[in-house]
């Protein structure tokens, strides 16, 4: 009974720094956190300061990036694609949105796994509900709520459910209300 325990907090203790986050020292707000870009055009820069080379521009606003450091007025952000660099503040905000990233599906004989580069969102989160649209690869839209396993999203005038795993933006034991 003993080991038994002992092996329960073992796990316990072993998979919960999966979840836990710091907060930032600056902000306050947990480390890392997805963020959004305000503009449509802003510039990545290898260091906390305008005088630091320009690594990245992205153009395009909305895009979802990752704060993985804090420091001052700036931020050090991730992309989708592991790039970082740093983005002063003023340019971000708390906005969640999201990038299509692959169409997976729970059912492996469903008869949407034959679309390669487009993933269907759903009127409810389940696979057997009404298909509202289909969003290719790199489709940006706004997270409005997530549940364990599924997001309802917005996508320009569409609203529908998407398989978490399917999107980038939002951490897999992230519930957002």
Known sequence: MLR???LLTLIFFTNSH?????LGQVSGLPVPRFVSLKSSETNLRKGPNAR????WTYTKKGYPMEVVAEFENWRKLRD?????????VNLINGMR????NSNTYK???SEYTELKRELVLFRYPDESSFPMV????????TVKSCNPDWCKVQMDE????????????????EVIE
């Open 80 to 88: 989708i694609d592991g790039e970082e660099g740093w983005v002063h």
């Open 18 to 22: 999966i979840y836990a986050r710091e």
């Open 134 to 141: 289909r969003a290719e690869l790199g489709v940006i839209g």
């Open 52 to 55: 630091y080379p320009i690594v």
């Open 97 to 100: 949105h999201f990038i299509v």
């Open 4 to 6: 038994y325990i002992l």
């Open 107 to 109: 059912d492996s004989d």
């Open 158 to 173: 569409y609203a529908g459910w998407i398989r978490k795993e399917n999107i980038w933006g939002v951490y897999p034991e």
